[in-house]
């Protein structure tokens, strides 16, 4: 499989050097030259997720370095489980997958595991620097996910007092080679300077650079495996395709889900759900894109202005990009959190709340016609401080979350400047 740049359509790259560089040099975001298409059938899904991934997934490792390891590195990335309930009993149509059984609680675990699987393999003598912005849930999965590999270290970008005070924690809980960076700005800062080191060659070699945000496109495969496995399942049992509803701020779930739906993955409308960030809703409403200021919501994960996969998702073929948006704010996130609360006892995140309220939005006669999944993408356990209240009852951690609090913690802090970040870098890298 070729990967190409949304810039330079000429250009061919293989997948290893797509998930080494991050981005591609041009800036663009790498895509698969072809989307692979499974004939019905022919990827069984009454198997593990693993088992399925690794089939599912061929496609695009076929012909790289890789191409004989994606059975292990699918079986060590996918060892939690990831079931479909039915939050508000089985005669809705409501499904709701979770996807915060791993490590750290939310649905980063998948691609931050599989990532550094692949890097594992492909980092060669010295490591690499995974370099990573992050809004809240990413941080966390990244650091987990590097910790103690000699593949790689980790440096993870933060903004300051954006993040709740138990995601603060699983940013900075690491072991040595696992930095966490508070940056005196908000989360499109981070974005933006983790951006601006790429685009210095020095600075990119000298540390070997890589990215860990879902612009590599080794966190989205992943991805667009649950997808296709949860739509398989959702449609076992129903004669229309499943409809899928995700929770969006910066689109790698809602790109690796119109890849999965590409690919012939059994899913049928999918609405991308929204905060009050209003960057995909006018997009949607006028056909124009026009990046904004990211402003602060209940679900922080998903504060983002300026999508960084929206250019992926552009870059599908018009019947494969289509979906439409919901936006919920702050208000009806909470009353949701509530309300399926007191109706039968089911905790949402924020995140996911936001998911809940769109199909609720569907009505009677849209929300009849098919089985609808909604990503449960965190723990509400991460944000206790916001549900708790809401719900009027402790929230129990998972274990794993649990054994996060025990842990010692440590953050270095810089302003919003590449080279306050370049400074950093080097001194970490002395220290290491
Ligand atoms: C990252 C995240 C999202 C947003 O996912 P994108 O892939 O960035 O659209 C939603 N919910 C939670 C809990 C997250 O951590």
Same mark, same amino acid.
């Given at each position: !499989?070729k990967? *190409?740049s949304t810039?330079?359509?000429d250009?061919?790259?293989s997948?290893?050097e797509?998930?080494?560089?991050g $981005?591609a040099?041009?800036g663009?975001l =790498? !895509?698969?030259?072809?989307?692979?298409v499974?004939?019905? &059938?022919?990827?069984? %899904?009454?198997r593990?997720?693993?088992?399925?991934? #690794?089939?599912?997934?061929?496609?695009?490792f $076929?012909?790289?370095? *890789?191409?004989?390891?994606?059975?292990?590195?699918?079986?060590?990335?996918?060892?939690?489980?990831?079931?479909?309930v039915?939050?508000?009993?089985?005669?809705?149509?409501?499904?709701a997958l979770?996807?915060f059984?791993g490590?750290?609680?939310?649905f980063?675990?998948?691609g931050?595991?599989?990532?550094?699987?692949c =890097?594992?393999?492909?980092?060669?003598?010295?490591?690499?620097?995974?370099?990573?912005?992050? %809004?809240?849930d990413?941080?966390?999965?990244?650091?987990?996910?590097?910790?103690?590999r000699?593949?790689?270290?980790?440096v993870?970008?933060?903004?300051?007092?954006?993040v709740?005070?138990?995601?603060?924690?699983?940013?900075?809980?690491? #072991?040595?080679n696992?930095?966490?960076?508070?940056?005196?700005?908000?989360?499109?800062?981070c974005?933006?300077?983790? /951006?601006?080191?790429?685009a210095?060659p020095?600075?990119?070699?000298?540390?070997?650079?890589?990215s860990?945000?879902?612009?590599?496109?080794?966190?989205?495969?992943?991805?667009?495996?649950?997808? #296709?496995?949860a739509?398989?399942?959702?449609?076992?049992?129903?004669?229309?395709?499943?409809?899928?509803?995700?929770?969006?701020?910066n689109?790698?779930?809602?790109?690796?889900?119109?890849?999965?739906?590409? !690919?012939? $993955?059994?899913v &049928?409308?999918?609405i991308?759900?929204?905060?009050a960030?209003?960057?995909?809703?006018?997009?949607?409403?006028?056909?124009?894109?026009?990046?904004?200021?990211?402003?602060?919501? *209940?679900?922080?994960?998903?504060?983002?202005?300026?999508?960084?996969?929206?250019?992926r998702?552009?870059?599908?073929d018009? &019947? $494969?990009?289509?979906?439409?948006?919901?936006?919920?704010?702050?208000?009806a996130?909470?009353?949701?959190i509530?309300?399926?609360?007191?109706?039968?006892?089911?905790?949402?995140?924020?995140?996911?709340?936001?998911?809940?309220?769109?199909?609720?939005?569907l009505? #009677?006669?849209r929300?009849?016609?098919?089985?609808?999944?909604?990503?449960?993408?965190?723990?509400p356990f991460? =944000?206790?401080?916001?549900?708790?209240? *809401?719900?009027?009852?402790?929230v129990?951690?998972?274990?794993?979350?649990?054994?996060?609090?025990?842990?010692?913690?440590a /953050?270095?802090?810089?302003p919003a400047?590449?080279?306050?970040?370049?400074?950093?870098?080097?001194?970490? /890298?002395?220290?290491?």
């Amino acid at each position: !499989m070729k990967l *190409l740049s949304t810039c330079d359509r000429d250009a061919a790259f293989s997948l290893s050097e797509a998930l080494r560089l991050g $981005a591609a040099p041009d800036g663009g975001l =790498f !895509m698969p030259a072809h989307v692979p298409v499974h004939v019905r &059938g022919s990827v069984p %899904s009454d198997r593990s997720l693993a088992e399925f991934a #690794a089939d599912w997934l061929r496609p695009f490792f $076929a012909d790289d370095t *890789l191409e004989g390891e994606l059975d292990a590195i699918c079986a060590e990335a996918f060892t939690f489980p990831v079931p479909l309930v039915a939050p508000l009993g089985t005669d809705r149509s409501l499904r709701a997958l979770e996807l915060f059984h791993g490590p750290t609680g939310a649905f980063k675990d998948f691609g931050a595991r599989f990532l550094m699987g692949c =890097f594992d393999r492909l980092a060669g003598s010295e490591p690499l620097t995974v370099l990573a912005a992050t %809004s809240g849930d990413t941080g966390g999965a990244v650091g987990c996910a590097a910790e103690n590999r000699r593949s790689a270290r980790a440096v993870i970008l933060f903004p300051a007092g954006r993040v709740s005070p138990f995601q603060e924690r699983q940013l900075t809980c690491w #072991a040595d080679n696992v930095t966490a960076v508070e940056v005196e700005g908000d989360f499109d800062d981070c974005q933006r300077l983790v /951006k601006a080191a790429f685009a210095q060659p020095h600075l990119s070699a000298a540390h070997r650079l890589t990215s860990a945000n879902s612009i590599n496109l080794g966190r989205l495969l992943p991805q667009a495996a649950y997808c #296709a496995h949860a739509a398989f399942r959702a449609a076992e049992n129903s004669g229309e395709l499943p409809g899928f509803i995700v929770p969006s701020g910066n689109l790698g779930h809602g790109f690796a889900l119109l890849l999965a739906r590409a !690919m012939g $993955a059994p899913v &049928g409308p999918v609405i991308l759900a929204t905060n009050a960030n209003r960057t995909l809703l006018e997009w949607h409403r006028t056909g124009r894109y026009e990046a904004r200021p990211s402003v602060a919501t *209940l679900a922080n994960a998903m504060d983002v202005g300026n999508p960084s996969n929206f250019e992926r998702v552009a870059a599908l073929d018009p &019947g $494969a990009a289509e979906v439409t948006v919901e936006l919920v704010n702050d208000d009806a996130i909470k009353a949701r959190i509530a309300a399926d609360y007191a109706a039968s006892g089911y905790v949402w995140c924020p995140h996911s709340a936001i998911a809940a309220e769109t199909w609720h939005r569907l009505g #009677a006669k849209r929300q009849g016609e098919r089985a609808w999944v909604t990503a449960a993408t965190a723990h509400p356990f991460k =944000f206790a401080e916001t549900v708790e209240p *809401l719900i009027g009852s402790a929230v129990e951690p998972s274990p794993a979350l649990a054994s996060i609090e025990g842990r010692s913690t440590a /953050k270095q802090h810089i302003p919003a400047r590449l080279e306050a970040l370049a400074e950093l870098l080097d001194r970490e /890298k002395v220290a290491a």
